[in-house]
């Protein structure tokens, strides 16, 4: 019995160090060969629900800013106030994921919403980003003989 609760102890720790949040980059104004374009770098992220994205303006005048129903709403480009239009600053603005669902994103100035509400498409200098919902881990223990 001791052996598998060591055992069970080792692997509770071993899946808690990779289980932590991560932190994906994106480039603003740049594609994904390197070049500055009016694009997002990558233009599609799949990350997990408290993940983090890094967006970093590679050169030009940008934002970052949701719409429709997204499920993490935000507007960023010097920081991530509510106001925050396009600006050529070499801005890095960091946004954490909290909620499941899809978020897709646009530049203010090189992006275009059409529709509106969840049929809402962008087209233009645009991102999105699949939050999936984390999976917990269940470790049963048992006693052998």
Known sequence: MRVV??????????IASHCGAAT????VGQNSSGQAALAFNPPTLTIHVNDTVRF???????NVDTYGASVTAFHC????????????NAWVAT?????????TYHCDLHGTIVGSGAGATCSG???TISVLSS????LQSFEVD
């Open 24 to 27: 994906f980059d994106v480039a």
């Open 135 to 138: 999976v917990p881990v269940r």
């Open 95 to 103: 946004v954490t994921f909290a909620s499941a669902g899809t978020v």
């Open 77 to 88: 480009s010097d920081n991530c106030s509510s106001s925050n239009g396009p600006s050529s």
């Open 125 to 127: 200098m645009c991102g």
């Open 56 to 62: 970093t303006n590679a050169g030009g005048v940008h």
């Open 5 to 14: 609760q060591l055992v069970s102890a080792a692997v509770s720790i071993l």
